[in-house]
């Protein structure tokens, strides 16, 4: 398989109406319970996360850990929901830690 090529993050407008976005060239998945880490691809500015349950994400973090007590200190992941594409900026980020308690199937979409 060919390796994914970095494209603008593109809205698709149709008789006036926002319909989505331009399909993503670089996608990456992961399957995982517990903790798994996306690399973030030189040059990708933005990233669509999507999973098949709830799951938490941090930014350039060691490891993730699903939230399960009050956190008030401002570093709590942050939780993407099931089935919701779940868009986050990228200036400085290297990589991206997720968690999830159960199996989870959870994609990365990266766009210049």
């Known amino acids: ?19 989505g976005y331009a ?11 517990g903790h ?9 500015k933005l990233v669509v996360l999507t999973g098949t349950i709830d799951f938490y994400v941090m930014f350039n973090a060691l490891d993730t850990a699903a939230v399960a007590t009050d956190i008030t200190d401002g570093s709590a992941s942050t939780l993407v929901p099931a089935g919701k594409r779940t868009l ?3 200036d400085g980020i290297e990589y991206i830690s997720v968690a999830a308690a159960a199996g989870c199937i959870a994609t990365a979409e990266f766009f210049k």
Do not use: D, H, I, W
Request: glycine share 10%.
């Open 23 to 33: 399909r993503p060239r670089y996608v990456n998945s992961l399957s995982f319970t």
């Open 88 to 90: 986050f900026a990228l």
């Open 1 to 19: 398989m060919t390796a994914g090529v970095l494209k603008p993050f593109e809205p698709v407008v149709k008789g006036g109406q926002y319909m």
């Open 36 to 44: 798994e880490e996306f690399t973030v691809p030189a040059g990708a």
